[in-house]
């Protein structure tokens, strides 16, 4: 079965600093994972995605994420926080079913 | 494309009272999917379909029914409200083929009193 975990269900950064989202999954086969992005009272967005063809994942709006086997993680990360960057991120395994983290509200501070 | 189209956007019921969210796309994806959203509970999936006339249970299905006679429509049915129902409630689509990436609707929020 496959389970996803985000450590933090808040951040809290200064506007310029590092953003880093913590992101461990457990699945049976290779898997394919995800990063979405919810702005308030809208659906989630795809900001990135994890499919075997690079470990480092490039997305929208600057962010990237890591896939590291080993450590089964694939944090996301982005240099330099913005205001506009605020929103609850969720991490998440697919293979045929989706399975979700319980998601990382993420606050940026002026 | 229009892509994940849900109505309504907000709804309030009654205990006992019944409903159905209507959830349709234009993308052709094979694979639908309804989830709810509760505060610091992610999205737990209700039911799921890959295919017109196939649908199976997912995480929490009990209290709900879905049907899919069609590649686009995918309805979520309560069949008599109770107030552990109120949240947001999410359909999203996908591709067969491919990585599984979710098309999300905008949402319904749904409170029953």
């Known amino acids: 079965a496959q389970s996803v975990t985000q450590l933090g269900s808040h951040v809290s950064v200064s506007e310029g600093a590092l953003v880093l989202l913590r992101c461990n999954y457990s699945s049976s086969v290779p898997p394919y994972l995800f990063w979405y992005v919810q702005y308030p009272n809208q659906g989630l967005q795809l900001l990135l995605k994890?499919?075997?063809?690079?470990?480092l994942v490039k997305g929208i709006n600057g962010f990237e994420a890591e896939f590291k086997k080993s450590e089964t993680s694939f944090h996301l990360t982005k240099p330099s926080a913005h205001m506009s960057d605020a929103a609850e991120y969720f991490c998440a395994v697919s293979e045929v079913k989706s399975t979700f983290g319980d998601g990382t509200t993420l606050t940026v501070k002026p | 494309n229009a892509g994940v189209t849900q109505t309504p956007k907000f709804q309030v019921l009654k205990t006992g009272q019944s409903m159905t969210l209507q959830c349709a796309q234009d993308?052709?994806?094979?694979?639908m999917s309804w989830y709810r959203q509760d505060p610091g509970m992610g999205l737990r999936l209700i039911h799921y379909?890959?295919?017109?006339?196939?649908?199976d249970q997912g995480e929490v299905p009990n209290g709900y029914n879905v049907s899919r006679s069609t590649t686009e429509d995918f309805p979520l049915r309560l069949l008599s409200a109770a107030p552990s129902q109120t949240s947001v409630y999410f359909c999203a689509s996908s591709y067969r083929r491919g990585t599984y990436e979710q098309y999300f609707g905008p949402g319904t929020r749904l409170t029953v009193t």
């Open positions: 994890y499919t075997s063809a690079a470990t």
């Open positions: 379909s890959v295919g017109a006339g196939i649908t």
């Open positions: 993308m052709n994806h094979e694979y």
